[in-house]
T-cell receptor, first 114, second 112 residues
């Protein structure tokens, strides 16, 4: 089954404790991206990657890191989480054929930073 | 950078009526405009999209129109049904930067 898998789905952590949210897709998509969803703000892109070893900042990259060492995986790293990073996070992938198209989203990861 | 504005934030219609959600964008370099539906507690899923070389696209009860000159695009849902109740997001893709920008969402409530 074609899917985007995120882990963990729910996480409560404390300020400053490094964490990683994993994302994996089995559709051989070139494009992968991370979003945060906050009430009234919609979805905001954090980082995206056009292919292996190619990553770029989205609209709200501050406080986040990513890596793309393999085509199927695109982890989101919070080196020193702060309460303002409490949010619902989505990973998404897309085939490109030149430009990304339909985004296939994971189920989301709800993060709370105390 | 790009700015996508979406209206209204909430919309309540009677079953069978039509619903229209509007979005504007600021950067003329945007060239792809998808619409996503997000049911409560679920992930967003694409329902329809349009590229900048097309003015209108229709898929059964759903249609999207694009006015490049005015920089706005709209989602039209006809003969609404209770299962259309969800949050709808418009988005734009900024050409050459491969960045997606989303609107703030419209909560559609279809009353039976």
């Amino acid at each position: 089954e074609a899917q985007v898998t995120q882990n963990p789905r729910y996480l409560i952590t404390v300020t400053g404790k490094k964490l990683t949210v994993t994302c994996s897709q089995n559709m051989n998509h070139e494009y992968m991206s991370w979003y945060r969803q906050d009430p009234g703000l919609g979805l905001r892109q954090i980082y995206y990657s056009m292919n292996v070893e190619v990553t770029d900042k989205g609209d709200v990259p501050e406080g986040y890191k990513v890596s793309r060492k393999e085509k199927r995986n695109f982890p989101l790293i919070l080196e020193s989480p702060s309460p303002n990073q409490t949010s619902l996070y989505f990973c998404a992938s897309s085939s490109t054929g030149g430009r990304p198209g339909e985004l296939f989203f994971g189920e989301g990861s709800r993060l709370t930073v105390l | 950078g790009e700015n996508v504005e979406q209206h209204p934030s909430t919309l309540s219609v009677q079953e069978g009526d039509s619903a229209v959600i509007k979005c504007t964008y600021s950067d003329s370099a945007s060239n792809y405009f998808p619409w996503y539906k997000q049911e409560l507690g679920k992930r967003p899923q694409l329902i329809i999209d349009i590229r900048s070389n097309v003015g209108e696209k229709k898929d059964q009860r759903i249609a999207v129109t694009l006015n490049k000159t005015a920089k706005h695009f709209s989602l039209h849902i006809t003969e609404t049904q209770p299962e259309d109740s969800a949050v709808y997001f418009c988005a734009s893709l900024l050409y050459n930067f491969n960045k997606f920008y989303f609107g703030s969402g419209t909560k559609l409530n279809v009353k039976p």
